[in-house]
């Protein structure tokens, strides 16, 4: 191709012989070619080889030049540029024509090249024949243009991310520009054309309006440049933060025209509105708080501390932050805070609560409950501890009364158990004794028995062993614990408990709905489920209504630890809002029955509760009762 070049090159005579047009046209780096649209010759000048770096001299070819062997130094994605040399586009070329394109040098490099070219003679039937054309290196200056295109694109894209736009004032013609981020921000499309008075109202009213006003006067007047932080409202009627930047152009001492800069900051403002809000509220929260708070370093020195902590300690807040942590922490609970507060610093614990002493000034002992967090930054790297220090004195002190109130109470209820046992073993052997005497008098003298007085002894003889043998189960039922619990089937002692009344439920003519299922296991003391079964079942058949055939329902339900009984009945009914409180009471009775001692609810209750359980009651007068008996659910080994 080199060879080609050479041979079209030698033939180019009569293009310039004039060494002093080579040289000329060498410092302007233009060459010329010249082309025939009949012929399809191609003459190429030395100059035109030259600049793009090509020795004519050593270039030699038989070949004839043609516009293809051109071509092939030149870009690809330009040959379509040199279309019209070829017919039918030769046919309609203009006079003269100019482009753009890029050209291969000797050093294998593109170099951009603009060139000119014209129509300099014709055919007798008016077709082109030869083009007169020049081609000169424009490489640096469209390197450049690329480069500064390059930075204008960058530019504009870093604009519309950062929210960046532009404006000017022409004050001479009063002609405004804004860029397209502009017209963004502001909620505008990027054909809108602003005008200086209404792109002045988009500011909020008032204060903003005022002071945008203000500042761009005495830029355009004065020459004094402005950077303010004011509110627009939108298009969409938003209202957003902005910082307008304007910039006076002076010429002879008059302002001509203001430029600048628009920005959107109104996320960034009013991140910085809302942190600034939330370190007013905690420094309020901080400094007012009713508990003690204190900031601490991660050299555990106090950086803040409130009143509240200074006035539980008995210090002034300036002597406080003199003493470090262990100058008023009691001894005994020094060595487990500084554990904590190691683990804390070594990034172990994000935070820990202990409960705490600290001795005040007057060398009294404050209890308190230290909770300590530690403030990260978003890299989880600790920055300091947020303390806060609540006063549990009167708590502790309530604590201790009540811990020997209830040793008091313990010791009281022991020794009242005990008097029971004593009272109840030997009140049992002396009214055995009287029963066994009056048995005897009866037998051996039996006129005294005809005396009116003898049935009331005896009566009351009686009684008194009732009574005693009734304290004797309470005592009992008082001296078991929970160690006496079993796993037991509830449907199994349900049943057995119906069979051992069932005599009782024939001759009242009872139904009872049994609707328990067999798999329920309960937790409690054998022979006191059969104790509470029967008194229930058989209160409910002492208690039924004259009116309706009496119906006992049973029910459970599982509820968390417990399985929930119900033992219902359509009976007589109990006024809860007279006797509700002393429905549990011992020798408490509520209806007019013969066989009513007052007893059995209240060993019932005894019962029930010495299982870990709980009972209560709903009931309406004439419509019946329920009893709801809560026992434990199955233990496990486990």
Same mark, same amino acid.
């Given at each position: ?15 310039? =012989? ?95 090249? @603009? ?29 450049? $243009? #690329?480069?500064? %295109? ?12 950062? %929210? ?28 809108? $054309?602003?005008? #200086? ?17 203000? +500042? ?12 303010? $932080? ?11 933060? &902005? ?65 509240? +902590? ?12 003199? #003493? ?7 001894? @005994?609970?020094? @060595?487990?805070?500084?554990? +904590? ?11 820990? @609560? ?39 004195? %009167? ?82 039922? =008082? ?74 329902? &049973? ?43 007052? #007893? ?39």
């Amino acid at each position: 191709m080199q060879e080609l070049i050479s041979s079209s090159s030698k033939k180019a005579v009569g293009l310039s =012989n004039s060494i002093i047009h080579n040289k000329f046209l060498s410092l302007l780096s233009v060459g010329i070619w010249k082309y025939n649209f009949i012929t399809h010759e191609l003459i190429i000048d030395d100059s035109l080889l030259e600049m793009i770096g090509y020795d004519s001299n050593v270039l030699e070819t038989d070949q004839a030049d043609t516009i293809n062997d051109m071509l092939q130094f030149v870009h690809p994605r330009d040959k379509e540029l040199f279309d019209f040399l070829n017919l039918p586009f030769s046919e309609y070329i203009p006079n003269n024509r100019c482009f753009e394109f890029r050209m291969l040098d000797h050093e294998k490099k593109w170099i951009w090249v @603009e060139n000119h070219c014209e129509v300099i003679s014709h055919t007798k039937d008016n077709k082109p024949e030869w083009l007169v054309g020049y081609a000169q290196n424009i490489n640096e200056k469209k390197n450049k $243009e #690329l480069l500064s %295109s390059k930075y204008e694109e960058l530019l504009n894209k870093t604009n519309e991310v950062a %929210s960046i736009g532009t404006w000017e004032v022409n004050l001479a013609t009063n002609k405004v520009n804004w860029s397209n981020v502009t017209k963004k921000i502001h909620g505008l499309d990027n054909d809108y $054309e602003p005008e #200086l008075e209404t792109g002045i109202h988009f500011y909020k009213e008032g204060f903003h309006r005022d002071k945008l006003t203000a +500042l761009f006067t005495k830029c355009a007047t004065e020459g004094v440049g402005f950077d303010a $932080e004011l509110i627009i409202v939108t298009v969409d009627k938003i209202e957003k933060w &902005i910082r307008a930047i304007g910039v006076p152009v002076m010429e002879k001492g008059v302002c001509t025209r203001v430029y600048g800069v628009f920005q959107d900051i109104d996320e960034k403002t009013r991140a910085i509105q809302n942190l600034a809000n939330t370190e007013k509220k905690f420094r309020k929260t901080f400094d007012f708080a009713g508990v003690g708070m204190a900031l601490v370093g991660m050299d555990t020195k106090w950086l803040r501390v409130n009143d509240s +902590l200074c006035n539980m300690l008995g210090y002034t807040k300036e002597g406080f932050l003199k #003493l470090r942590y262990p100058d008023f922490t009691h001894p @005994e609970d020094l @060595e487990n805070d500084e554990i +904590l507060l190691g683990e804390a610093l070594a990034g172990n614990l994000d935070g820990y @609560e202990i409960e705490k002493r600290f001795i005040h000034k007057n060398g009294s002992v404050i209890w308190t409950i230290l909770t300590v967090a530690v403030v990260k930054d978003d890299e989880g790297v600790p920055l300091h501890f947020v303390s806060q220090i609540n006063d549990i004195t %009167s708590i502790k002190k309530s604590e201790k009364k009540v811990t020997d109130l209830l040793e008091v109470t313990k010791d009281q209820n022991d020794r009242l158990l005990n008097f029971a046992h004593i009272v109840s073993h030997n009140l049992r052997s002396h009214t055995g004794n009287l029963q066994m005497l009056s048995n005897l008098m009866q037998i051996d003298l039996p006129e005294v028995t005809e005396n009116e007085l003898f049935p009331l002894l005896k009566s009351a003889i009686t009684q008194l062993s009732e009574t005693v043998q009734n304290l004797n189960e309470v005592a009992v039922l =008082n001296t078991k614990t929970e160690i006496n619990l079993v796993n037991l089937n509830l449907s199994y002692y349900i049943k057995n408990a119906i069979s051992n009344i069932n005599s009782l439920i024939i001759d009242s003519s009872v139904t009872i709905i049994n609707n328990i299922n067999d798999t329920l296991i309960v937790s409690a003391i054998p022979a006191y489920l059969d104790s509470i079964l029967l008194n229930f079942f058989t209160n409910a058949i002492k208690y039924k209504s004259l009116d309706r055939p009496p119906v006992i329902t &049973i029910n459970a339900v599982q509820k968390e630890d417990f399985i929930v009984l119900h033992i219902e009945d359509n009976g007589l009914g109990i006024n809860l809002q007279a006797h509700g409180k002393k429905l549990f009471g011992m020798y408490k009775t509520f209806h007019r029955h013969k066989d009513a001692r007052g #007893l059995g609810l209240f060993i019932t209750k005894n019962q029930i509760e010495a299982m870990g359980g709980n009972v209560t009651v709903e009931s309406e007068v004439d419509k019946g009762t329920t009893f709801y008996i809560s026992l434990q659910k199955e233990k496990t080994d486990g």
